[in-house]
């Protein structure tokens, strides 16, 4: 069997397995695995994408400090997450700034007054090519890059992450000369984060995307593989939150890692689960209002804000901290102020062991007043534990889609207002 | 009557309010006042305490750089809103780095790599003087502050911000000659943003901390002056957001600022909502779990993360948005691209109007989908807004905890957790 990078603890969850209803959403996703159905499955198969992002951004780190990625949701939060967890420092890794996931004009204007633009690489991410948000920033961004440095200079400094073949922005890279990478048709948005859409900006910021790649792919392997669902991560992962959701007891689901460098990833969790199921229909068109409400939280801080509430308030919440074995940096409390017991019993702990201490002791306490938790490890941030959590996540939404009922991969439910948004400004 | 800087729309909530129930809250509230039993109310006349964060903040910005404060929740959130949201750039303005929300030795090792001790000062923030992560990440830079600059002059850069009288750290600035603010003993932590908890940071920032007070000023003049609960705006809020939770429609509350520097806003009003009001014991001791979820959200941002699941998902959500009226920069889409009608629409919008206009489909989107929402206005971002904010969601969690029967200014539910980890740790 495949090693598994990430292990699940769900020995706090008190909740009972139902074996039989997660073989049937196994056997189902196999299906569709077998069918090809399943796009984001085939991330580890898109060698010549992988190859092409690699080039690009090797050879784009060579000439350039800055890259600017332009989009918002799928676009954003996936390269954002990696980039915070597995950033490298030093001599040719561009530095990596993200815009246009809003439209705030004081934070446009922030970055354009920090921006150099003889060092500065743009890339456009939407699949569409007509997302409002990137879309009106890079037209901006684009209009000052062409003033600094002349629009033919500019155009080679801009990448445009975009689809194949349809769509504005796809028009306007191929008249206007820009390099591109494409978004797989068969891969979601928010399923897109080890597509070019995550790893380009991942590669500039010197990140080894074969390894995430590879990551992604030992846990997709692992899963398929493991036919008991009892010891399927992700798949007990999903079938513990449906029955915790069912009950009530789990209305809402709190991703809470011990690691600052996954921060965002609670935030790239919280819309791969939050817009793949929540869904007002089924998959017979029969209205739900599915969906469990994800949270982002953050240990050890979050426990001096959140933690009372998960403590003490409604039983209507599962908790699922993201723990790490051991880390990059080591650093212990100096030993000082020994006649101060509420201080001097610190000294000589490790910082990283302090961390697991309280996560560790968080869980207990959690369960102590009756509160469903679970953990998923890893051992150490690395290009493959990152890649491996994803996966893990991404296959118990598919799970999770499989008992909801539901289809995980559309979105209809923010068309009402983009309707809204188009008649306010004119759009025809 | 006091003017309003905050305005509360609270059209979209299709919740009738309870005026009843409303003015008996405030009744107890006002007598609570009376007596002096709402610490917090008391932050405007707290004028030596500004007056001494004042000068110690203009004496430090004159000599040094950077500020390092070492906090959590309460000591750490508050200060990071108001940097986030205020923050001024250029000469003799420090720039504000956080750490010891966590004890994460990567986090902390980035942040030692980047210190020039020369030009560092420290401040370091626990009421009690006991808080484990802070004061364990003050032990550390303590010692590399002391090994870079000698005992004497380390001394001189540490601004302890802790209790008058008692604890650890009060004892060791005593001993050691640090500088002190105090925390007054009648705010508790997360009510404390407007003391020098938060105002010593943002002062050394070079955000007017007098603006600041004054705008919770005029907001908590304004709150007792306005008897009609109907036209009282967090009276309102917290009624609207209670009948919510009662009827199962708001077991969550989110908070959705569209603007970029009120990010942080929102993690600071999940401590405030969530470790205020999540209670198991009423004031009379009888078990409720109560609690409304807090969430926090950012616009435009989370219309492609969590909306969809807002609008499709669980009755079981409130929204309230957050707008800003005019923003301090303009700047506007470019006409480009006529023939491709999906983009050529942004042409000459501008992006401040841009973000309202999302802000507002999305409300008329979500009262469409039958989800109540509501929106708090103010017209632009200043200390003055910021600080009438802050008070703004400090009564109405004071006003919720009147109409949930709880005590909103303790936090028993954290303790067996506390225990947990000391005796993890060793501690006596």
């Not at 209803?21 to 196999?30: D, G, M, N, T, V």
């Not at 992450?161 to 797989?184: H, M, N, Q, S």
């Not at 308030?313 to 100096?334: M, N, Q, Y």
């Amino acid at each position: 069997m495949t090693k598994k990078l990430v292990a699940y603890d769900r020995s706090h969850m008190k909740i009972g397995l139902k074996p039989a209803e997660l073989k049937s959403a196994f056997r189902s996703l196999a299906s569709q695995k077998q069918r090809g159905e399943l796009g984001f499955l085939a991330i580890p198969e898109l060698k010549k994408e992988l190859a092409e992002t690699e080039r690009l951004a090797r050879e784009l780190r060579k000439k350039h400090k800055t890259l600017v990625v332009i989009g918002i949701g799928g676009s954003d939060l996936g390269a954002r997450t990696l980039i915070q967890a597995l950033r490298k420092r030093g001599e040719g890794m561009m530095a990596v700034r993200f815009i246009g996931a809003n439209t705030d004009p004081e934070e446009i204007a922030d970055l354009l007054a920090e921006l150099d633009w003889k060092t500065t690489v743009l890339n456009v991410v939407s699949k569409s090519g007509g997302t409002l948000e990137p879309m009106g920033v890079f037209l901006l961004l684009r209009d000052r890059l062409v003033k600094a440095v002349g629009a033919k200079k500019a155009a080679a400094r801009i990448v445009a992450t975009t689809d194949r073949k349809g769509g504005a922005l796809r028009t306007i890279a191929e008249r206007e000369g820009y390099r591109t990478l494409p978004v797989p048709g068969a891969v979601g948005g928010r399923f897109s984060v080890l597509t070019p859409v995550g790893l380009f900006p991942a590669a500039c910021a010197g990140i080894s995307i074969r390894r995430l790649v590879r990551g992604a792919k030992a846990e997709f392997e692992a899963f398929f593989e493991e036919k008991d669902p009892v010891r399927n991560g992700p798949l007990a992962f999903a079938g513990l939150q449906h029955q915790a959701y069912r009950s009530g007891q789990g209305r809402m689901a709190v991703l809470m890692p011990y690691a600052a460098r996954l921060e965002r990833f609670g935030k790239w969790f919280v819309q791969l689960w939050g817009e793949s199921l929540g869904k007002a229909r089924d998959r017979q068109g029969k209205t739900v209002n599915a969906g469990q409400t994800p949270i982002a939280a953050l240990g050890a801080t979050d426990q001096h804000s959140q933690i009372q509430l998960y403590n003490e308030g409604p039983f209507d919440k599962t908790v699922t901290f993201i723990g790490v074995e051991r880390f990059r940096a080591e650093l212990s409390v100096p030993k000082a102020f020994a006649d101060l017991p509420e201080i001097a019993y610190l000294g000589g702990h490790r910082f990283g062991d302090i961390l697991n201490i309280e996560r560790r002791a968080t869980a207990e306490a959690l369960f102590r007043h009756g509160r469903p938790n679970g953990t998923v490890m890893i051992e150490k941030i690395t290009p493959e534990t990152v890649g491996a959590l994803m996966a893990f996540f991404m296959l118990a939404t598919a799970a999770m889609g499989e008992l909801l009922d539901v289809n995980a991969y559309d979105q209809p439910g923010v068309e009402e207002g983009k309707r809204i948004i188009g008649r306010m400004m004119g759009k025809g």
